[in-house]
């Protein structure tokens, strides 16, 4: 009997980590030989979609789930684990395998008491949970006391062609503008150097508080020197990566971030804030630039150390791509994920 796998997940159309996720996941061999079905639970819009999407997913799922062996749900935090855990709750009692892939957005989410509960109902009672990091396998322990069916996938970087020629001087922030990203902290680190370093930009991929950055660059002194694209995706995300020499993630908080590995896979210097599962690869000097949450003034030190330092770049940048082609192969993730099928196919 072949084995099937339901993946319950965000809309293919909703933007972020997860869904890019379970895209790369959809390039692998165990996609077909699993033969994996995404079955869309949310999608980015107003409030009747969002429920209408919602009613639309559990009614398919429901009416699938006796012709699948394995349910592999895509969890997140807040509201994204009460709607998965309708789904968990469900393929329990029609005695399924149960893979729950956790994907938060920062740590605090699993020691707050208004949190545990859920965390702690959902992750002892599937059957695995996938984490990004051994950071956060560590962090499940602290927070909820659940080791024994804990364990690391990482999120992969993306196959794509590297093209030195469309390089430009560029810092790239990808991503939501959202304080958590920290893009405030990133437009106050840059003006320390921006007058030392004038052929150099920043340049903003993401939705959100635009308006507020550029008020802070305009505050800053460099809005000639800073650039905002709005939300990229396809070629033009592809294009904006190529132009970009360093990438910069002033994050506070992260599950493992997806625009590091994108930068990665082009063979970017990143200078990181130490969140998430970026402090388990990351070794400040040799494969990134690491500065203190949240620190401006040690930020401005870091990104003028990897503009003034060309060698540097290059070394760092060929540590990106060591790690693109390794540790976060895509082919190589997912033959594991590919292997974790198999064994809960017996």
């Known amino acids: ?17 997860i869904t890019s996720v379970v895209k790369a996941h959809e390039t692998g061999e165990q996609w077909k ?15 009747w979609r969002k429920i209408l999407y919602f009613i639309s997913s559990l009614i398919e799922y429901i009416f699938l789930l006796p012709f699948y062996d394995i349910v592999h749900i895509h969890v997140a935090t807040g509201l994204s684990a009460k709607r998965k855990k309708i789904f968990l709750d469900i393929a329990i009692l029609f005695g399924k395998k149960t893979i729950l892939h956790f994907h938060p957005s ?15 109902n959902l992750f002892s009672r599937a059957n695995l949970v996938l984490v990004l990091s051994e950071q956060w396998k560590r962090w499940v322990y602290e ?25 430009e001087k560029n810092i790239l922030f990808a991503g939501t503008l959202i304080p958590r990203k920290g893009y405030e902290v990133l437009i106050r ?5 921006a007058q030392k370093h004038k052929d150099w930009n920043v340049v903003f991929a993401g939705n959100g508080e635009i308006e507020q950055a550029k008020a802070i660059a305009e505050e800053c002194g460099i809005t000639s020197q800073t650039h905002f694209l709005g939300w990229v995706d396809g070629i033009e995300k592809d294009i904006t990566f190529q132009k970009s020499s360093v990438y910069c993630l002033a994050s506070t908080g992260e599950g493992f971030p997806m625009g590091v590995l994108d930068a990665w896979a082009f063979g970017l210097p990143c200078v990181v804030a130490p969140v998430g599962g970026i402090p388990d690869i ?23 150390l990897i503009i003034s330092n060309e060698s540097l770049r290059e070394s760092i940048s060929a540590e990106s791509l060591s790690l693109a082609q390794t540790t976060f192969c895509i082919a190589n993730i997912n033959k594991q994920l590919g292997d974790i099928y198999k064994r809960f196919s017996k």
């Open 1 to 17: 009997m072949r084995t099937r796998v339901l993946v319950v997940a965000t809309s293919r159309k909703t933007r972020g980590g």
């Open 143 to 167: 927070a909820l006391g659940i080791s024994e069916n804990i364990e690391v996938l990482y999120n992969p970087c993306p196959l794509v062609t590297i093209k030195p020629e469309l390089k």
């Open 33 to 47: 030989k699993y033969h994996c079905r995404w079955i869309q639970t949310h999608r980015d819009g107003p409030a």
């Open 106 to 120: 920062s740590e605090k989410y699993l020691f707050e008491d208004k949190n545990k509960k859920i965390f702690r």
């Open 189 to 193: 680190g840059f003006a320390k150097i």
């Open 282 to 304: 990351v070794v400040d000097g040799k494969n990134g630039l690491i500065f203190d949450v949240g620190n401006i003034d040690m930020l401005a030190e870091k990104l003028d």
